[in-house]
């Protein structure tokens, strides 16, 4: 082997991806630096930027049951929970508040991977910033909640899993209470 005949190979290497770079698209391999804000590459369907909360219809029926999973399980803790009660203190299967502090958040996604009830879920947006980090930066309930049609716009593949995942549920879920509810044949009857 020539001596140096490595660093002339690897160069050559890199003079190619330079020169090919300029032809290819750029998820190809060729240049991904685009003008912007002007021009935008379109983002990838699990590109992370911050979480949000889905809600079925409207926003009373939002998923969130109040379980704390994610909170708790939150590397860096910047989500609380607080969650509902009744008129006699009897907890509710919602959240009363939901913050998510956002100059926190590094948007890691495991918030989305341990929710048992598919309620949170890794957003698209990320021109977020402000001066104001207190006022604008911790994202309250209201703020957090977007509907299914936006989670199916943004992430259609894994919107559609989801809602496959729950009607199949649903399904099983009401098919277990019509037999239920049926009279059992080999039971006797019972007396009047
Ligand atoms: S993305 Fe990660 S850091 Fe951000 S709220 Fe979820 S678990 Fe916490
Ligand atoms: S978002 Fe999911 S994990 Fe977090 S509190 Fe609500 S239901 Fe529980």
Not at 68 to 97: F, H, N, S, T
Not at 149 to 156: K, S
């Amino acid at each position: 082997m020539i001596f140096g005949s490595g660093i002339i190979r690897g160069m050559f290497v890199t003079l190619k991806n330079f020169a090919t770079s300029y032809f290819r698209k750029p998820d190809e391999g060729g240049l991904f630096t685009v003008e912007y804000p002007e021009k935008r590459i379109p983002l990838k369907e699990r590109f992370r930027s911050f979480p949000f909360l889905v809600y079925d219809g409207t926003p009373e029926n939002l998923r969130c049951t109040a379980c704390d999973i994610c909170a708790r399980e939150c590397p860096p803790k910047c989500i609380y929970v607080v969650r509902a009660a009744d008129q006699d203190g009897r907890p509710l299967r919602r959240p009363a508040a939901f913050t998510i502090d956002y100059s926190v958040c590094m948007n890691c996604g495991m918030c989305e991977e341990v929710c048992p009830f598919d309620s949170i879920f890794m957003d698209h947006e990320f021109e977020i910033a402000s001066q104001d980090r207190y006022r604008e930066l911790v994202y309250t309930l209201t703020k957090l909640l977007k509907s299914n049609e936006y989670f199916n716009n943004i992430r259609p593949r894994d919107a559609q899993a989801v809602d496959k995942k729950r009607r199949e549920a649903e399904e099983k879920k009401k098919l277990a209470a019509a037999q239920a509810a049926k009279p059992k044949l080999d039971e006797p009857p019972k007396p009047v």
